[in-house]
T-cell receptor, first 110, second 116 residues
Framework: KNEVEQSPQNLTAQEGEFITINCSYSVGISALHWLQQHPGGGIVSLFMLSSGKKKHGRLIATINIQEKHSSLHITASHPRDSAVYICAVSIIQGAQKLVFGQGTRLTINP | GAVVSQHPSWVICKSGTSVKIECRSLDFQATTMFWYRQFPKQSLMLMATSNEGSKATYEQGVEKDKFLINHASLTLSTLTVTSAHPEDSSFYIC????????????FGPGTRLTVL
């Protein structure tokens, strides 16, 4: 079992829909990252969380440390949100290396 | 804040040549830089970790003579792919970590290497 599990692996939705991507982890962490990777490869850091909730525009990220779970929400989704969303955790042991989820491929149709 | 750049963003080279990729932290001092490789439709794979002024620590299976990493200053690390071959074609991504509020990994945009 991977230390970081994302669900779903693939998600297709219509423009305007509310999107939720989930991330569960099984190790002790100092922080959790949500990353976005568009076709063509460039990675954008969306959020870094160690507790609670963060919001940036239409994106919301939450984390529950006790349950070892995080969610990324996209409100009023748009085709330009189509990308791969990656959850990564900084593990407490191991020189703060990142452990990555397998990614969620999101496609928003117009 | 916390901007990391990479140069070049893409490069095409002939087999047997060496290619250097730069990773810079633009607005903070990066005490540690990480180099990742990503194959199509796969997640990022950590290649090595470098601390400023010391030798890089390579992950198991990564050839240190093939992938030379230099972290000569607090804002610059370089990855040199020596004697590149087509199987080295990949997407290479760096991240940088500093101190205080920058004590987490901030990612560069990546460099796509194609070896002909």
């Amino acid at each position: 079992k991977n230390e970081v599990e994302q669900s779903p692996q693939n998600l297709t939705a219509q423009e305007g829909e509310f999107i939720t991507i989930n991330c569960s982890y099984s190790v002790g962490i100092s922080a959790l990252h949500w990353l976005q990777q568009h076709p063509g490869g460039g990675i954008v850091s969306l959020f870094m969380l160690s507790s609670g909730k963060k919001k940036h525009g239409r994106l919301i990220a939450t984390i529950n440390i006790q349950e070892k779970h995080s969610s990324l929400h996209i409100t009023a989704s748009h085709p330009r949100d189509s990308a791969v969303y990656i959850c990564a955790v900084s593990i407490i042991q191991g020189a703060q290396k990142l452990v990555f989820g397998q990614g969620t491929r999101l496609t928003i149709n117009p | 804040g916390a901007v990391v750049s990479q140069h070049p963003s893409w490069v095409i080279c002939k087999s047997g040549t060496s290619v250097k990729i730069e990773c810079r932290s633009l607005d903070f001092q990066a005490t540690t830089m990480f180099w990742y490789r990503q194959f199509p439709k796969q997640s990022l794979m950590l290649m090595a970790t470098s601390n400023e002024g010391s030798k890089a620590t390579y992950e198991q299976g990564v050839e240190k003579d093939k992938f030379l990493i230099n972290h000569a200053s607090l804002t610059l690390s370089t990855l040199t792919v020596t004697s590149a071959h087509p199987e080295d074609s990949s997407f290479y991504i760096c991240s940088a970590r500093g101190r205080g509020t920058y004590n987490e990994q901030f990612f560069g945009p990546g460099t796509r290497l194609t070896v002909l």
